[in-house]
């Protein structure tokens, strides 16, 4: 064969397998798309933005409020102290019995529960109406725990706008009834990689929970009375 058929027949097979991988990358980032448009849709109606769409109801639902960055001082990120306040409002507001403090600590070092906690309490909230959950890794822990290890039944979940979609659709779906409430306040750094992540990690969570389970962190049960 020519050098130059030769040359040519292998930019043929080259092209083909680009196309086919583009194809692949095309499908894939469609399937993700309306992943997301499920999960958004599901869940948009269960998002509030204030608390009087809040129902005071009885006996009252637990919040849940979902870690986040915590920076070498013990000091909450402005994401994680909004969403302390947001919880702490909900309390004074009387919709809410007590907080579920949920987030990651790996070690001595670095501990988001703790952290919680005390910019709670320093907000007036008792401690005896805190609960701590020292295992909340990711969304999924904090969710699956809820119900497993504290027997949440009913909770209105606490994080920014970006997440609440994700972590509405994973607490529904391991049985805690959820409403979610926004915790924004103002713009925070990274914002918009935030958002971006978001859009992969809602397919992650769909797969996880409908054919890859996650397995998440056990223990002794731990009820918190509603």
Same mark, same amino acid.
């Given at each position: 064969?020519?050098?130059?058929?030769?040359?040519?027949?292998?930019?043929?097979?080259?092209?083909?397998?680009?196309?086919?991988?583009?194809?692949?990358?095309?499908?894939?980032?469609?399937?993700?798309?309306?992943?997301?448009?499920?999960?958004?849709?599901?869940?948009?109606?269960?998002?509030?933005?204030?608390?009087?769409?809040?129902?005071?109801?009885?006996?009252?639902?637990?919040?849940?409020?979902?870690?986040?960055?915590?920076?070498?001082?013990?000091?909450?990120?402005?994401?994680?102290?909004?969403?302390?306040?947001?919880?702490?409002?909900?309390?004074?507001?009387?919709?809410?019995?007590?907080?579920?403090?949920?987030?990651?600590?790996?070690?001595?070092?670095?501990?988001?529960?703790?952290?919680?906690?005390?910019?709670?309490?320093?907000?007036?909230?008792?401690?005896?109406?805190?609960?701590?959950?020292? @295992?909340? %890794? !990711? *969304? /999924? +822990?904090?969710?699956?725990?809820?119900?497993?290890?504290?027997?949440?039944?009913? &909770?209105?979940?606490?994080?920014?706008?970006?997440?609440?979609?994700?972590?509405?659709?994973?607490?529904?779906?391991?049985?805690?009834?959820?409403?979610?409430?926004? @915790?924004? %306040? !103002? *713009? /925070? +750094?990274?914002?918009?990689?935030?958002?971006?992540?978001?859009?992969?990690?809602? &397919?992650?969570?769909?797969?996880?929970?409908?054919?890859?389970?996650?397995?998440?962190?056990?223990?002794?049960?731990?009820?918190?009375?509603?």
């Amino acid at each position: 064969m020519p050098r130059l058929a030769l040359l040519t027949t292998n930019m043929k097979w080259v092209l083909r397998i680009f196309l086919s991988l583009l194809a692949l990358a095309l499908i894939g980032v469609l399937s993700i798309a309306v992943i997301n448009k499920y999960v958004y849709s599901n869940n948009s109606d269960k998002i509030k933005n204030s608390i009087t769409e809040i129902p005071a109801e009885e006996p009252k639902r637990i919040a849940i409020v979902f870690g986040a960055r915590v920076w070498s001082s013990g000091m909450p990120s402005n994401s994680l102290y909004d969403r302390v306040l947001t919880g702490v409002e909900l309390y004074r507001a009387g919709r809410v019995k007590k907080l579920l403090m949920s987030g990651d600590n790996p070690n001595a070092e670095y501990d988001e529960p703790t952290a919680m906690k005390k910019t709670a309490m320093e907000l007036g909230v008792p401690e005896e109406d805190i609960v701590l959950d020292f @295992a909340g %890794r !990711r *969304t /999924y +822990d904090t969710c699956y725990r809820a119900k497993e290890i504290f027997e949440v039944q009913k &909770a209105i979940l606490v994080t920014q706008d970006y997440h609440l979609p994700r972590a509405l659709y994973l607490c529904n779906s391991l049985g805690v009834e959820s409403l979610g409430m926004t @915790a924004n %306040r !103002r *713009t /925070y +750094d990274g914002e918009r990689y935030y958002h971006f992540r978001e859009f992969f990690s809602v &397919a992650s969570a769909w797969f996880e929970l409908n054919f890859l389970p996650f397995e998440p962190v056990g223990g002794k049960k731990e009820p918190i009375q509603q």
